[in-house]
Nanobody, 127 residues
């Protein structure tokens, strides 16, 4: 069973940047598609970004496209979310997730495709 641990959350002002990290233990990291999701207060959890096992294919929610970048380092079993030009509406708990499903088999935005989840890290953007 994979274990995921997120880090890097915090309090920032609008317009600033933040980088989230997630480390997976449990093996075979490079064979797993990785994703980031978020849940704002009073809202359902939503898809943010996903990256293929090789790192050469990515997808993003429209709300973060052009501002957020997902990447991974397979040698370090880690996936990252670089967030720039942050807005108050980006405030949420951010979750890292992993799946054995191939990147091109994902249903865009689907949480059900992901089977392993981290505990989440809080990101708060003040106006």
């Amino acid at each position: 069973q994979a274990q995921l641990v997120e880090s890097g959350g915090g309090l920032v002002q609008a317009g600033e940047s933040l980088r989230l990290s997630c480390t997976l233990s449990g093996g075979a990291f490079s064979r797993r598609t990785m994703g980031w999701f978020r849940q704002a207060p009073g809202k359902e959890r939503e898809f943010v970004a996903a990256v293929a096992g090789t790192g050469d294919s990515t997808m993003y929610a429209d709300s973060v496209k052009g501002r957020f970048t997902i990447s991974r380092n397979n040698a370090e079993n880690s996936v990252f979310l670089q967030m720039s030009s942050l807005k108050p509406e980006d405030t949420a708990v951010y979750y890292c997730a992993a799946t054995w499903m191939a990147f091109w088999g994902l249903t865009p935005g689907s949480q059900a495709d992901f089977t392993s989840w981290g505990q989440g890290t809080q990101v708060t953007v003040s106006s």
